[in-house]
């Protein structure tokens, strides 16, 4: 049987951009309270209770990443920071790989793919951190490619509902994976009567597989917090800024598949009812923005070539693209493409720069801390804390949603003084203020004289006196 497909080119792509990702230093602020939890679920067991921070101790927390965060934590167990590095560079080495693979599924001309891949490449470059987070993504790429290829192998789906039962467990953005994957099922439904029973049930059991997580039905209020009703005080949980480069990217994606629809030939169901949905969920949030371009991904591949053809006809403007399309390579050579990728990627990340960059945090407050409940600390510091000082539980970290309500707003008071940000102070007991020497709620204590324990360019430690 002649094959029609190979991996060779995606995994090569994904080799490359997998050690490439190496030279980023470890830091993302998250990671550090994600590994604390890890940590913790490995030693002590699945913590249902808050146990790092005085301002919401003791209450619920989320559990909806908790293999992600064990599997960061085991990486980091194995080979320290190095294996942070290199679990990260095998994850994007295997988002690019889905990504140019969904591509070329769409368009046999391998460079036209790739070109057609690149905007989606670069807007994950984004998401390249050391979270679950970056696990969904994975897992969405899969999923896009799984339900591309199921367009001609109905079969295909029933890969589905063990995608969703492992991403469940890793990260809450497989409410959007299940969205995506029901909504192809019933476009397969309604054009293909011969493989309905096929479609429910891959339907029905990927909803039964988020039912198998330690969080159980209760998973459903994690996703829908992320999608729905997300903190917009927190950056990466705004709408998207054109003005930044992600929102730059993404919006050049967006204008992509507008105008390429526009131009090519008759956009076909499946592609509006997958492509649509997703491009709402991206706007809802910056975090979430690399969605679309994934999924956007194969539909640019196939369509974008004739629409640039028109472009360039009307401007007259001569154009050529490849139209030949080479030799598939056998699958012994995808094997060996694979062995060489993933060796590349793993030996990069073992040699790469394992400490993490801790330029962003307070490193030089740990010695002065004072232990116990207390300390206010800043918003991006919080994960550090977690990690660092554990004996000095934090105010808010980036776990977030365990703080929404009275811990949310009463710390929006204080980095905004608020008229009430003396009495939030004194309600809470606090005790100490770590915080950016520029924010106002610094300016004001160093205004009325605040004892500061310790201090540099990019810290300040306030004694907070007794303010009855």
């Given at each position: 049987m002649t094959r029609t497909f190979s991996w060779s080119l995606p995994l090569v792509a994904g080799g490359i951009f997998g050690a490439l990702s190496t030279l980023a230093t470890v830091g993302d602020p998250d990671l550090f309270w994600h590994l604390a939890q890890g940590r913790q679920t490995v030693t002590d067991g699945l913590a249902r209770v808050d146990t790092f921070s005085w301002s919401v101790n003791g209450l619920p927390v989320l559990t909806d990443q908790w293999l992600g965060q064990v599997i960061w934590y085991e990486a980091y167990?194995?080979?320290?920071?190095?294996?942070?590095?290199?679990?990260?560079?095998?994850?994007?080495?295997?988002?690019?790989?889905?990504?140019?693979?969904?591509?070329?599924?769409?368009?046999r001309r391998p460079i036209v793919a790739i070109v057609a891949a690149l905007p989606a490449i670069a807007l994950t470059r984004f998401a390249w951190t050391e979270r679950p987070?970056?696990?969904?993504?994975v897992c969405f790429a899969a999923l896009i490619l799984l339900l591309r290829a199921?367009?001609?192998?109905?079969?295909?789906?029933?890969?589905?509902?063990?995608?969703?039962?492992?991403?469940?467990?890793?990260?809450?953005?497989?409410?959007?994976?299940?969205?995506?994957?029901?909504?192809?099922?019933?476009?397969?439904?309604?054009r293909r009567p011969d493989v309905r029973t096929l479609a429910f049930g891959a339907v029905a059991l990927s909803i039964a597989a988020t039912l198998l997580t330690p969080s159980g039905i209760s998973i459903w209020t994690s996703a829908s917090g992320h999608f729905l009703s997300p903190p917009r005080v927190i950056q990466e949980e705004?709408?998207?800024?054109?003005?930044?480069?992600?929102?730059?990217?993404?919006?050049?994606v967006v204008l992509a598949v507008l105008v390429t629809a526009q131009l090519?030939?008759?956009?076909?169901?499946?592609?509006?009812?997958?492509?649509?949905p997703v491009l709402f969920v991206s706007m809802t949030a910056a975090r979430h923005t690399p969605f679309f371009a994934v999924a956007s991904a194969p539909y640019l591949a196939a369509h974008a070539p004739q629409a640039i053809?028109?472009?360039?006809?009307?401007?007259?403007?001569?154009?050529?693209?490849?139209?030949?399309?080479?030799?598939?390579?056998?699958?012994r050579v995808d094997l060996a493409t694979a062995a060489i990728a993933?060796?590349?990627?793993?030996?990069?990340?073992?040699?790469?720069?394992?400490?993490?960059?801790?330029?962003?945090?307070?490193?030089g407050v740990l010695s002065s801390l004072p232990p116990g409940p207390g300390v206010v600390n800043d918003y991006d510091w919080g994960g550090f804390l977690i990690w660092y000082a554990p004996a000095t539980p934090v105010f808010i970290?980036?776990?977030?949603?365990?703080?929404?309500?009275?811990?949310?707003?009463?710390?929006?008071?204080?980095?905004?003084?608020?008229?009430?940000?003396?009495?939030?102070?004194?309600?809470?007991?606090?005790?100490?203020?770590?915080?950016?020497?520029?924010?106002?709620?610094?300016?004001?204590?160093?205004?009325?004289r605040w004892p500061i324990v310790a201090e540099s360019a990019s810290f300040v430690l306030f004694i907070v006196p007794n303010l009855r």
């Open positions: 167990a194995a080979l320290g920071w190095n294996g942070i590095i290199v679990l990260r560079a095998l994850l994007v080495a295997a988002i690019v790989a889905l990504i140019a693979a969904a591509a070329l599924t769409a368009q987070q970056l696990m969904g993504l199921s367009a001609e192998r109905p079969r295909i789906l029933m890969a589905a509902p063990l995608l969703i039962l492992i991403w469940a467990n890793l990260h809450a953005s497989f409410a959007l994976g299940l969205a995506v994957a029901a909504i192809a099922c019933g476009e397969l439904w309604l705004g709408v998207p800024d054109v003005t930044q480069p992600y929102g730059f990217v993404f919006a050049f090519s030939r008759p956009t076909e169901l499946r592609e509006v009812a997958l492509l649509v053809g028109v472009i360039a006809a009307r401007l007259r403007i001569p154009a050529r693209l490849p139209t030949f399309a080479p030799r598939v390579p056998s699958l993933l060796a590349a990627v793993i030996a990069a990340g073992s040699i790469a720069r394992g400490e993490p960059n801790l330029g962003p945090y307070p490193a970290d980036g776990r977030l949603f365990p703080y929404t309500g009275d811990a949310l707003r009463d710390y929006e008071t204080l980095v905004s003084l608020g008229p009430s940000w003396r009495e939030v102070l004194t309600r809470r007991g606090a005790r100490a203020l770590l915080v950016k020497p520029a924010s106002p709620l610094a300016v004001r204590a160093r205004d009325l």
